[in-house]
């Protein structure tokens, strides 16, 4: 069977639209960013995380739907699914962050707030590198998995910018317990945005170890 597939056209539109999805997250990080600065603009920063959501959604669909209707992929179906997923659950992380930020009516951030924002950037266009290489995993295997080990370093940086939010935000909030209340759940989206990117880098990192 496997000679069989060899001799079979595989469907590689799926690393355009790996690609197409991570672009799709570098906006939604960048319209974070921007809703992070505060003031009269966070509702249509807000609303823009919505949309690139809903994009990025539509990119999801469209790679499941293929998935079910290709003969021969370029690589496990159930892997596919996975990155795909994996990528969705990172936006689907700054929708949610978005939303508690209009539920709360919150237009001041702090700083630290600020700080995982820029992080989220950088780790979304490392994404894009990232599928932008996948369609030559075993030649480009070396800055795979740089590009992990960058995504890692952000994540441990987060952890290091949430928890001395967490610290100023709760000295900050002795008499007011729902700014801190409303404070800490976005911290905590904004640290979980980090953590989905590094499910990314670790998904992409567990197709190399298999296919190399």
Not at 114 to 124: K, M, S, V
Request: glycine content about 6%; aromatic content about 8%.
């Amino acid at each position: 069977m496997r000679w069989f597939q060899a001799l079979m056209p595989r469907e590689d539109s799926f690393f355009e639209q790996f690609v197409a999805h991570a672009r799709v997250l570098v906006k939604g990080a960048e319209a974070l960013r921007e809703l992070l600065n505060g003031g009269a603009g966070v509702a249509e920063a807000c609303a823009a995380v919505v949309q690139h959501e809903e994009e990025a959604d539509a990119i999801t669909r469209s790679v499941m739907l293929k998935v079910r209707r290709t003969f021969i992929t370029p690589f496990d179906r159930s892997d596919i699914r996975d990155l795909i997923a994996s990528l969705d659950d990172a936006i689907d992380q700054m929708q949610k962050t978005a939303k508690s930020i209009t539920l709360y009516g919150m237009s001041e951030f702090r700083p630290e707030m600020r700080e995982l924002g820029d992080l989220a950037i950088q780790a979304a266009y490392l994404t894009v590198e990232a599928t932008e290489l996948l369609r030559d995993m075993r030649k480009n295997a070396d800055r795979l998995n740089g590009i992990a080990e960058a995504v890692s370093r952000i994540e441990t940086r987060s952890d290091e910018v949430y928890e001395a939010g967490m610290k100023a935000l709760f000295k900050a909030s002795q008499d007011k317990p729902m700014a801190f209340i409303a404070g800490a759940e976005v911290f905590d989206h904004l640290e979980k945005v980090i953590d989905r990117f590094e499910d990314v880098a670790d998904g992409i990192s567990g197709l190399l170890i298999e296919h190399l």
